[in-house]
């Protein structure tokens, strides 16, 4: 209990300041902003497997989040049946190619040695395979773009609930960390970066512009929900009565019939939206916890402990005969696909798909801060880094409007200097998350929650 | 005569814009390169403090129009230039005072100076945010154009139009001028060469007497001199937005990988591959070959080999594959 102390203290702070939130703003803002902790938390987790645990740099968080996302659309959307009737056969058929080209050079590799021909047969082969799938995908693609653009343009999905795409979100980015993983993990740390940083802006690109896969920046919006909805929760007899009770103090006070069911109409509106958010906060509690019992578990199995021994002395891991590259791409698949979990619970949560959010400010650095603030290496840190970060990132604004209040109180309303500032309020939330990173990287590198490892 | 209106259809959808946007990625690439190999970490404020030169460049040119300075048919901005260079020198020295000095002497891993790097982006970021604000921005004044198309074509008698703009000049002759006399800095003076003396082996550096005090502080300024010149011509020739700035970190990152990273001449040239390439993949060619194939065999569609969306990917994707294949870059890098 007593070395715990200080995970409840911050623990039972974060939670204060969001309660807090909630009495003087109000109790949606606070849900808002305890889901979307929530979200964030379960990224930095995905980022504290690969940095903490096995100091691996991924700064393509903004790609995997991504992917998460599309996963949402592609396993929850009903799918278009004229769009597939109109061009599935062209992508399938596509599909099938780009397996082929896939198998083919695979099979060039395993059967030839390293040799100068065997990079140009290579080559060859992915060039015109690209030309042939070009050719034959594009009256396709045009097809089904051409089928009720204003609405569809697009193949649509499974149909499928959307609980589901969570897992496929998890499988697209571990699949597509496993390509990554398999060209960059090689490289050296800064390289890595670089190179995770660009690649997830390419994946950003294809989802952006491939317009008959995702609807591209036109957004596909009316996902549907795990939680019901407001409209309908507004209609329902037991949640009508259960807002009456938990107002009957309030409602009490008002003796007009007409007018206390005015203000029991206004409660139950109100209580449906904060009756909605708190559904997703439990499915999204759900999850973390969850997730927090595997790392946890992970971290203090053998098997974390090899992972920190090879973070810790690549080389002596390797020479104890450990297999590096092995557990490297491990863990990078693992990293990622908890982070694709967290984008499907974002587009889930936001009821939208919306590809030209995706900026690697928001995604990846913000994250990344959230990792060294909460403390890497531990899973605690990780989510506290995720709570604390995303608070301040809202709460930025009105401390920031409120700073320069106080520091301009002498000048009058119409001073320009004043004027400028209260505009560019919104910016002071840059300048306090690269303060705190490097006040937290200079005065206390572990984050605010170290990372503690127990030898029992 | 249609070869030759195929070849000035070339040269100005193609080459003069690419050797343009080229010019602009090479300083910054040459900006990157310079302190990954001296001060060993990756800059990811390199677009952010290109912003922030630009930024004090526009108020200062701002400045002078207030009361009517003007350099005639060349841009303010110019004038602008050494003024912008000096605040950018002392904001980095400062940042470098309060934030990267400590992880130099403690002698930090390079993975921490990135991650700090990505803290003082986040500043300037802010710092310029809240300065100038986020919206675009033009600052270009003078004569547009050096050629227009229609011009040309009552010159030449040729159906196509070549256009020059006067940014795309200034951009290619500052560019000469500025590496020439980088190049020449750092191969025949005795700074430049203690410079690469102290990138190549600092240890052995340091027993030979040379101060790496100096050799930091003459980086920063040589940076403030590429991020502020490189910022304003990029400016001068699109806008100037905040968050395109930011943008533009990653086609230099790609640019001086690809010429391999702390290889300042291969940073150089590794500018217009990247432009040339982005360029090149993702024109449209369906004109070009209605000039060069007889009428039979005219093309239907837009011999497009990529979208224009797929602009920075195609850099990102060369990138990846020289990282694959060569990951020291296509020049050898980490030599300077």
Redesign the interface.
């Known amino acids: 209990m007593r070395k715990n102390l200080n995970v409840i203290a911050a623990y039972s702070i974060m939670m204060g300041l969001i309660i807090l939130v909630g009495i003087f703003q109000s109790w949606n803002i606070a849900l808002s902003i305890f889901n979307l902790c929530l979200i964030s938390a379960v990224m930095t987790m995905g980022a504290n497997i690969q940095w903490g645990y096995a100091g691996l740099?991924n700064f393509g968080i903004m790609g995997f989040t991504a992917l998460g996302g599309l996963a949402v659309v592609l396993i929850s959307v009903n799918p278009v049946q004229e769009a597939w009737s109109a061009g599935g056969t062209n992508i399938l058929l596509s599909l099938f190619l780009v397996i082929g080209i896939v198998l083919a050079v695979r099979f060039v590799l395993k059967r030839y040695q390293k040799s100068k021909i065997r990079n140009y047969i290579i080559a060859a082969i992915i060039i015109s395979g690209i030309i042939i799938i070009r050719l034959v995908s594009e009256p396709g693609i045009e097809a089904i773009e051409e089928v009720n653009p204003a609405r569809t343009g697009f193949l649509g999905g499974l149909g499928l609930p959307i609980i589901f795409s969570w897992i496929v979100g998890a499988f697209f980015a571990g699949g597509l960390a496993f390509v990554i993983g398999k060209?960059?993990l090689g490289?050296r740390?800064?390289?890595l970066?670089?190179?995770t940083?660009?690649?997830s802006?390419?994946v950003i690109?294809?989802i952006?512009?491939e317009d008959w896969l995702t609807r591209g920046v036109k957004n596909v919006i009316g996902l549907k929900r795990p939680a019901p909805y407001e409209v309908n929760l507004q209609e329902t007899e037991w949640f009508i009565n259960l807002v009456e009770k938990f107002n009957s103090g309030k409602l009490a006070l008002i003796s007009d019939i007409t007018e206390r069911q005015a203000a029991l109409n206004q409660f139950v509106i109100e209580g449906s939206s904060v009756f909605v958010k708190l559904c997703y906060s439990g499915l999204f509690l759900v999850v973390v916890i969850i997730l927090l019992i595997l790392t946890q578990k992970a971290l203090y199995s053998p098997w974390g402990r090899m992972m920190r021994a090879i973070r810790d002395n690549e080389e002596a891991a390797n020479a104890m005969g450990k297999n590096v590259v092995k557990q490297h791409l491990l863990i990078f698949v693992l990293g990622s696909a908890i982070v694709g979990i967290a984008g499907a619970m974002l587009v889930t949560q936001d009821g939208l798909f919306t590809p030209g959010s995706y900026r690697p400010?928001r995604y990846t650095?913000l994250i990344?801060?959230m990792v060294?603030v909460g403390g890497s290496g531990n899973n605690f840190g990780a989510i506290l880094g995720g709570f604390v970060v995303w608070f301040l990132w809202i709460e930025a604004a009105p401390i920031g409007l409120y700073l320069v209040n106080l520091t301009t109180a002498g000048l009058e309303d119409t001073h320009f200097l004043k004027v400028h500032?209260i505009?560019?309020v919104p910016?002071?939330?840059?300048?306090m998350?690269?303060?705190g990173?490097?006040l937290i990287?200079?005065y206390r590198?572990k984050g605010i929650l170290p990372e503690k490892i127990e030898i029992k | 005569m249609d070869y030759l209106n195929a070849l000035i259809l070339l040269l100005n959808y193609i080459f003069v814009p690419a050797l343009a946007y080229g010019s602009q990625l090479a300083i910054g690439a040459i900006f990157v390169t310079l302190i990954y190999g001296i001060l060993r970490f990756a800059n990811f404020a390199t677009g952010d403090m290109m912003s922030f030169g630009t930024m004090v460049a526009i108020l200062f040119t701002w400045y002078f129009q207030s009361f009517g300075l003007s350099l005639g048919f060349l841009p303010t901005a110019l004038l602008a230039i050494p003024f912008a260079i000096l605040f950018m020198g002392l904001y980095m020295l400062i940042i470098d005072k309060f934030v990267f000095k400590y992880y130099r002497l403690n002698k930090s891993p390079p993975v921490q100076l990135a991650m700090v790097s990505i803290g003082v982006m986040f500043v300037t970021q802010a710092v310029v945010r809240i300065i100038i604000g986020p919206s675009d921005r033009r600052f270009f004044d003078g004569e547009k154009f050096l050629i227009k198309a229609n011009e040309f074509k009552e010159m030449t008698g040729l159906n196509e139009g070549l256009a020059i703009k006067s940014t795309q000049v200034i951009t290619i002759v500052v560019t000469i001028i500025l590496v020439s006399t980088l190049f020449w800095f750092l191969n025949k003076t005795k700074t430049g060469k203690s410079m690469r003396a102290y990138s190549d082996n600092e240890d052995l550096a340091l027993l030979s007497g040379i101060d790496p005090k100096k050799i930091v502080m003459i980086t920063w300024m040589i940076a403030a001199i590429l991020a502020t010149i490189g910022g304003v011509l990029y400016g001068l020739d699109k806008s100037f937005k905040p968050f395109t700035y930011f943008n533009n970190m990653l086609p230099i990152f790609a640019a001086a990988i690809v010429g391999g990273i702390g290889n300042p001449f291969g940073a150089f040239l590794g500018g217009y591959v990247i432009a040339f390439s982005e360029i090149l993949l993702t024109y449209a060619y369906k004109k070009f070959f209605m000039y060069v194939l007889p009428e039979s065999m005219e093309p239907d569609g837009l011999i497009q080999l990529l979208s224009t969306d797929y602009k920075f990917a195609v850099s990102f994707s060369i990138l990846v594959i020289v990282l694959l294949y060569r990951p020291s870059g296509i020049f050898k890098g980490k030599i300077l």
């Open positions: 740099i060209v960059a490289l740390a800064d390289y970066a670089i190179a940083l660009l690649i802006e390419i690109a294809i952006k512009h400010l650095f990344w801060v060294i500032l505009e560019s910016y002071f939330r840059f300048l998350m690269g303060i990173l490097l990287m200079r590198p």
